[in-house]
C-alpha cells in the first residue's frame, strides 16, 4: 500500500485515477482507490506487483491524480528486488580426516530452491581449486531443475590416495537466481599417513632374508641395520620389504 496523507485543513482530498510508467510498468497495477480523504487524514492506495520475469529488479514509477488544486499529480518510485528462484546450498562440504589407503568418499549435495514462483535451473556444476582434481562431481540430473520449495541431490567423490595433507578446492553451481548466480560450496579433507606400522617399503630380494645384516652371498645384498627396521616376509615387490616405523630406522646396503 502507498499510504496518501490530506495536509490541508478544510477540504476532503480525492484521488482520481492511478498510472504506472517506467521500463517494467506492466508488472504494476493500482487498486480500489480510496474513498474521500478527510483533513488531516490519511488513505491507503493499494498497488498491485506482478512480476513477469522472474528474479531481478523491477523499476516503475506511479502516478497518482488528486483533487490538489496545487499539484493535480504526482510521482511515486516504485522498486522491487525479486529474488526467485532463490539457490540453497550447504555451506561447507568436509570430507573428514582419511587414512592415505582410504580410498574413494563420496558424498551428498542438497541443493533447494527457497524461492516462491520460479523453477530453479542448474546450468553448470564444476570444481576449481588448487585441488581440483581430487573431487570429482558425479551424475547429474538432465535437466537439472528444482521446483520452488523442493530440494535436489547429487554426488560428489574425493580421491586423495595420490599423496597425503590438506585437500581445498570449491564446488560451483551456476543457476538462474539472478541475485546469487554463482552459488560456491568450499571442499575440504585432510589426508593422514596413520599407522606407520602399516606401510611396507619394498626394496630388494635378500641373500639372507631371516638376517638383513648378512653381508655374504651372490649379489651381496644385505647390509648394516640401523635402528629397529625389521624384516616383513610379505612384500609388495619381490620377496623382502623393510618395515619401517618412521624412527630413524634403515640399512645400510653394501
Known amino acids: 500500500n502507498l499510504f496518501l496523507d490530506n495536509d490541508g485543513e478544510t477540504e476532503n482530498l480525492t484521488i482520481t485515477g492511478v498510472s504506472f510508467i517506467g521500463p517494467d510498468a506492466d508488472d504494476f497495477a493500482g487498486g480500489i482507490l480510496p474513498g474521500a480523504i478527510a483533513p488531516a487524514g490519511t488513505a491507503p492506495l493499494p498497488i498491485i506487483f506482478t512480476p513477469s520475469r522472474g528474479g531481478g529488479d523491477y523499476l516503475a514509477t506511479a502516478v497518482i491524480t488528486s483533487n490538489d488544486p ?27 580426516t582419511l587414512a592415505a589407503a582410504a ?35 558425479g551424475v547429474l540430473p538432465s535437466p537439472f531443475t528444482i521446483a520452488p520449495g523442493a530440494t535436489a541431490s547429487f554426488e560428489v567423490t574425493f580421491d586423495g590416495s595420490d599423496r597425503v595433507g590438506s585437500f581445498a578446492a570449491s564446488l560451483d553451481l551456476s543457476s538462474n537466481d539472478l541475485g546469487n548466480p554463482v552459488a560456491s560450496i568450499p571442499l575440504t579433507a585432510q589426508v593422514d599417513l596413520g599407522n606407520l606400522n602399516d606401510y611396507l617399503v619394498s626394496h630388494f630380494t635378500f641373500d639372507s632374508a631371516l638376517n638383513l645384516g648378512d653381508d655374504r652371498g651372490s649379489f651381496n645384498l644385505d647390509g648394516t641395520v640401523f635402528g629397529d627396521a625389521t624384516m616383513a616376509l610379505e612384500s609388495k615387490v619381490g620377496t623382502g620389504a623393510l618395515l619401517l616405523d618412521g624412527d630413524s630406522d634403515g640399512i645400510e646396503v653394501g
Open 70 to 96: 496545487r499539484k493535480s499529480s504526482f510521482e511515486v518510485m516504485l522498486e522491487v528486488t525479486v529474488t526467485d528462484p532463490s539457490i540453497s546450498t550447504p555451506p561447507l562440504l568436509d570430507f573428514g
Open 103 to 137: 580410498g574413494p568418499i563420496v558424498q551428498a549435495v542438497e541443493v533447494s530452491n527457497e524461492g516462491g514462483n520460479q523453477e530453479l535451473t542448474i546450468s553448470n556444476v564444476s570444481v576449481s581449486g588448487e585441488a581440483a582434481s581430487s573431487f570429482t562431481v
